[in-house]
C-alpha cells in the first residue's frame, strides 16, 4: 500500500483528497486540528507545519501540501508582515516538509510532491500582490525540484480558481457573490473540493508517471478561455 503525507487533511482540498485516498493507501496527515473520522489506514498528528518538530516515517510515496491563504488586500494596505506569512505558509512550510522526507521519498520507487499554486499568479487580478507573489513562488519551486530531483520524484502544481472551502469563505460569503464569481468563468462555475481533490491523486499516483514540473491551471476556464 502507497504511502501519502496530506499535510492538511483536516479541512477543504487536503480533507476531499483524503476522503478519497484513504480506503486504497496508508494516509498520514499533518494539521492544527484532527480529520473528522478515524480510520485503520489514517494517522494523524496535530502539528503546526511552521513551527512544530515532524515526526520520522519510514516510507513516503507521496506529500500533498495544502496550507495556504487568501489575503486580499489594496497594496497600499498590504504590510511587510502580509508578504513574509503569506510566503511562510505557502512556500516555506512546503520546503520544510519535503527536505525533511527527501530521504523517504527517495527510497520510495514512484514517489510524488504535489503543491498548490493559484489562477492569480497567471490571471492579474487586483488585491492579490503578496498571495500572487507567494504562489509564484510554488510554481518556481514546482520546476525547479521537479528539475532536481528527476527521473525519481516527481513535482506538480495545481492552479486552483476559487474553491469552495472555509479558505475561500470570506469570498463567498453571499448568493449575490457566488453568482457573479459563477458567472465569471466560461464554465460557469467556480470549483467544490473534489474537483481539485481529484486531480491531486492523480498527479499522486502512477497514472501520471510521465507528468513532472507541471503547473495545471484547473480554472473553470477563467485563465485558459476567453469567451
Ligand atoms: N480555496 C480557494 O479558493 C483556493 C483558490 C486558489 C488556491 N487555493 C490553494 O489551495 C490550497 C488548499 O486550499 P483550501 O481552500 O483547501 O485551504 P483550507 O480550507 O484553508 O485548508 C487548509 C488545510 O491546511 C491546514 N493548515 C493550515 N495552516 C496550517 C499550519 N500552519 N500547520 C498545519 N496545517 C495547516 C488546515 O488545517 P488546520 O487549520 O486544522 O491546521 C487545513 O487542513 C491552498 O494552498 C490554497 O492557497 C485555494
Redesign the pocket.
Known sequence: MRHILI??????????TLNLMISSHKVTN?????PAFTHANLTHH???????QFPSLDTVDGII??????NLKPMNRLSMEDFKSDFD??VL?AVRVIQHYLPQLKQSSSPSVV??????VKLGMPFHAS?AVA?AG?EGLTKTLAAEFAPLIRVNA???????????AG?LRNDRIIESINERHPLKH??N?DD?AHLAVYLLGEQSRSMTGQVIQLDSGIVSVKL
Not at 499533518?30 to 484532527?34: D, E, M, Q, V
Not at 496535530?46 to 512544530?52: A, K, M, P, T, Y
Not at 503543491?115 to 492569480?120: D, E
Open positions: 499535510i492538511g487533511g483536516s479541512k477543504g482540498i487536503g480533507k476531499a499533518f494539521s492544527r486540528t484532527a496535530g502539528l503546526d507545519v511552521l513551527e512544530d501540501y495544502c496550507p495556504g491563504s487568501i505558509i505557502n512550510g503543491l498548490f499554486s493559484t489562477v492569480a498571495i504562489k510554488v495545481i492552479a486552483p480558481t476559487v474553491t469552495n472551502t472555509d479558505l475561500a469570498i467556480f470549483l473540493p481539485a
